[in-house]
């Protein structure tokens, strides 16, 4: 298991450091402080699974997650994850960056609250995953020494992390409450609006236009 932090690769090239200003500028501490604990943490799993994976795509990927829950990013009618993803790919075609590496970073976006799924693509994708689990809810907290998680959060302070995410998910997307048909944030919806009906998949069986 390990225990310190420094022996995490934190990218800074270039295009991390345009990254880093590109969310400094749309963002907010709280994004900033989440995206990059999930860098950390999911390097730190990389790293104890002797992974051999892009700390660059990663850290980018990181960066990019919650881009789809500010304004400059979020559009009327996309998953918010899906926001995200497009603003990151619109960003790396900018650089010298392979069309599948761009396609990889796209997914990890994408699919990060995906379980089921993220955690069985390739290694960045699931690295990313697992990260946002581990700050977001403490999916494997156990797996992450006491030191590793003292250090991460020093770096990046928490404050009142959990009341707060939770309100800045639905900040992101209350404006469009049918996009969290089928997936997690639908939660968030009845959190802040208990009367809220979304879409039911059963009753979408059986009023299609189907005979039968």
């Not at 603003?87 to 900018?94: D, K, S, V, Y």
């Not at 970073?105 to 990060?112: E, G």
């Not at 020494?145 to 995410?165: L, T, W, Y």
């Amino acid at each position: 298991m390990i225990t310190d932090l420094d022996k995490i690769i934190v990218p800074d090239s270039k295009i991390i450091k345009d990254a880093q200003d590109l969310l400094h500028e749309y963002g907010n501490e709280l994004i900033w402080n989440h995206s990059n604990r999930v860098y950390l943490f999911g390097a730190t799993k990389g790293e104890q699974d002797k992974l051999k994976y892009d700390h660059e795509l990663l850290y980018i990927s990181a960066l990019f997650h919650d881009l789809g829950l500010t304004k400059q990013y979020s559009s009327d009618d996309l998953r918010f994850e899906v926001d995200g993803a497009n603003a990151a790919r619109q960003f790396l075609t900018t650089y010298n960056i392979t069309p599948e590496q761009i396609q990889l970073v796209w997914d990890a976006i994408a699919l990060h609250t995906t379980p089921g799924v993220a955690e069985h693509k390739q290694d960045e994708v699931a690295l990313l995953f697992h990260g946002v689990g581990m700050d977001v809810m403490g999916d494997d907290f156990d797996q992450y020494s006491e030191e590793i998680r003292k250090a991460v959060v020093q770096k990046f302070p928490r404050k009142d992390f959990k009341n707060d995410i939770i309100e800045a998910f639905y900040n992101g997307i209350k404006h469009k409450p049918e996009t969290t048909f089928g997936n997690m944030k639908e939660d968030v919806i009845k959190h802040f609006q208990p009367e809220y009906e979304n879409k039911n998949f059963c009753t979408c069986i059986l009023h299609s236009k189907w005979e039968s």
